[in-house]
C-alpha cells in the first residue's frame, strides 16, 4: 500500500504561539519532526501542510515538501483531508509537527495496522500508564478497547471508572492514547463531510466523530508514551536533551 506522512503545522498554536518555528537547538521544531517521520522508512512521501508562509519559508530551508491549506479548518484532520486530495496514496498518517520525539517504529506500527486490519477506517496507538496522576489528567486522554483492539470510546475523564475505588483503580488498567493516527484515505476525505454529534465538541476529541458516525479506529499498544511540545518548559526540556545528546527513550 502507498503511504503518505502528513505533519499538520499551524503557527497559530493556543498555548505556544509560533513553537513549530522554534529554533533553539538549531533545527525548526517542525524539522525535528519531519525528520524523525524519514527515519520510520513506512512512507513513500512525508509532506507539511500549513496554512502560514513562515511555515512554508521555513520548510524550504530543509528541503520539506510543504502544501498551503485553508486557515479555518475545525481540526487537523479537516486540515490534512485537504493536503492529500491530490496526492497519490492509500494510507496517510497523521503526525502532529510538535512532536519530535516521536519514535520512527512507531509511525511504521501505526500504518500496518490498516494493512493487518482491512475492516478499520482508522487506526491509532495507546501506551501504558505510569502514575494513577496521569490517569486522572484530563489532558491525557483515555482509550477503552474491546478484546480485539477496536476502540469503544476516548475520554478525557478516566475510562474505565472504577466503582470499588471510587474512580482510579489499577493503573494497568487503563490505556492511555497517543495523538498518532492513520487513515484510510478515501475515509479521510469523507470525514469532514461527517456530521459532528455531540460527542467531539463535548470532549474537544475529533475521534469520536468517526466512532460516532459508526466507523472503526483499530488500536496497538506501544512500550512508552511521548510527550508532545505544549508549553515553554516542555520545549527547553527538549532543547536540554537535544543539547546533551539524549533521547526521550533511551531503552528503545
Known amino acids: 500500500m502507498k503511504i503518505v506522512i502528513v505533519i499538520p503545522a499551524r ?13 533553539e537547538t538549531g533545527k525548526y521544531l517542525v524539522q525535528h519532526t519531519y525528520e524523525q517521520a524519514l527515519k520510520s522508512g513506512c512512507a513513500e512521501r512525508a509532506l507539511v501542510a500549513t496554512d502560514d508562509e513562515r511555515v512554508v519559508r521555513a520548510c524550504r530551508e530543509f528541503g520539506a515538501e510543504c502544501v498551503m491549506t485553508r486557515a479555518d479548518h475545525p481540526s487537523g484532520t479537516d486540515r490534512i483531508a485537504e493536503a492529500v486530495g491530490g ?23 501505526a500504518a500496518g495496522l490498516l494493512e493487518e486490519h482491512p475492516e478499520a477506517d482508522m487506526g491509532t496507538l495507546l501506551a501504558p500508564f505510569e ?13 477503552v478497547t474491546d478484546g480485539q483492539g477496536r476502540a469503544l470510546y476516548f475520554s478525557r475523564c478516566p475510562i474505565p471508572y472504577d466503582r470499588q475505588r471510587g474512580g482510579i483503580g489499577r493503573v494497568e488498567d487503563y490505556k492511555r492514547h497517543l495523538g498518532l493516527y492513520v ?18 465538541p463535548i470532549e474537544k476529541l475529533e475521534q469520536l466523530r468517526a466512532l460516532e458516525n459508526g ?15 505544549d508549553t515553554a518548559g516542555q520545549y527547553e526540556a527538549f532543547v536540554k536533551r537535544m543539547r546533551a545528546g539524549k533521547k526521550a527513550h533511551p531503552e528503545l
Open 11 to 23: 503557527y497559530g498554536s493556543s498555548r505556544l504561539e509560533g513553537k513549530v518555528l522554534a529554533k
Open 87 to 109: 496526492v497519490d496514496c492509500e494510507i496517510v498518517v497523521n503526525l502532529q509537527a510538535d512532536e519530535p520525539d516521536i519514535e520512527p517504529a512507531y509511525l511504521s506500527r
Open 131 to 143: 502514575t494513577a496522576e496521569q490517569v486522572a489528567n484530563p489532558n491525557i486522554v483515555k482509550c
Open 183 to 200: 487513515y484510510r484515505k478515501s475515509f479521510l476525505l469523507e470525514f469532514p463531510k461527517l456530521p459532528r454529534g455531540v460527542l467531539e
Open 215 to 229: 466507523y472503526t479506529i483499530w488500536t496497538a499498544m506501544v512500550e512508552k508514551a511521548w510527550d508532545g511540545i
